[in-house]
């Protein structure tokens, strides 16, 4: 999740002081507001002298972001939507596309729970892993590029291997959409929340996120756990996060659309009826 756009210094000083307010606020109020809740940030049970315990990646990220002058990608009131959703369903299973200045916030919000980074650039990984060795991060090749979206658009139903039906993203080579060399692990987990700010999708030679958003909507449909698997958007101001967001995550599963991110709330294929058939995604 990599910056490609200056910030402008007065916009850098908001978000920067947004970003701490919200990690505090979150901390605060869930550390005090009652014993129902403090299993989203204590590791243990308090005492009658009540000595709330912070997880040490929440301490190391207050520290980040007070401290860094360089800040998360996503606005406030994005960042607050994804946040509210943790709050509700943490610790819970959290794949995030990209590994940027925010990832540290992200993996504090999911206490308990399993947060993991998939990104492109090996380099990147390192750079980021130096200052938060902590955080869950793999690499990921991608057989996409950006210039291809409107071509993989045109042709992907043609593809059988493609079609809902299959819903397969595993060894699925015949489908240039699936993402087939993916952790072991992001396979054999069921997601409760998938992030997508990854990869790169601004110049032509780019992975784009053709693949990250039918793949992310293949894991989603295929949740066997009940409830909902919760999809964020990022950078949806641009045509290729749009379209491929039209097409597989659906209008009709859009539950909020704040600034740049779009939130999907997408249910398992067992419990889709009507529409389609079946024969296609929306």
Same mark, same amino acid.
């Given at each position: 999740m990599k910056s490609n756009l200056p910030v402008l210094p007065e916009r850098r000083l908001f978000l920067a002081i947004s970003a701490i307010a919200l990690? %505090?606020? %979150?901390?605060l109020l869930f550390t005090f507001i009652g014993p129902d809740n403090t299993r989203f940030f204590c590791n243990q049970p308090t005492s009658d002298n009540f000595h #709330?315990?912070?997880? #040490?990646m929440q301490l190391k990220a207050i520290l980040h972001y007070a401290t860094s002058r360089i800040v998360p990608q996503q606005s406030f009131s994005e960042i607050t939507v994804s946040f509210d959703v943790l709050r509700s369903i943490s610790p819970c299973n959290f794949l995030v596309f990209g590994l940027g200045h925010d990832s540290l916030m992200w993996a504090s919000? !999911?206490?308990g729970g399993k947060t993991l980074f998939l990104e492109e650039d090996p380099t990147w990984v390192q750079t980021v892993l130096k200052d938060a060795p902590d955080l869950n991060a793999a690499v990921v090749k991608y057989r996409t590029k950006l210039s291809e979206?409107? *071509?993989l658009m045109n042709t992907y139903r043609s593809e059988p291997e493609c079609s809902p039906s299959k819903s397969y993203i595993q060894g699925n080579t015949r489908c240039r959409l699936a993402l087939t060399s993916l952790p072991e692990e992001v396979y054999n987990k069921e997601w409760d929340m998938i992030m997508i700010d990854a990869p790169r999708g601004y110049f032509a030679e780019a992975p784009g996120r053709m693949a990250a958003i039918y793949s992310a909507t293949v894991m989603a449909r295929n949740r066997k756990k009940s409830g909902v698997?919760? /999809?964020f958007l990022h950078d949806? !101001?641009?045509? /290729? *996060?749009?379209a491929y967001a039209n097409e597989f995550l659906c209008k009709k599963y859009l539950k909020h659309a704040v600034g740049r991110l779009w939130h999907f709330e997408i249910p398992p294929a067992s419990n889709i009826t009507g529409g389609n058939d079946g024969a296609w995604f929306c």
């Open positions: 990690i %505090g606020a %979150g901390l #709330p315990m912070t997880a #040490p919000f !999911n206490t979206a409107d *071509e698997t919760h /999809v949806v !101001n641009r045509k /290729v *996060e749009k």
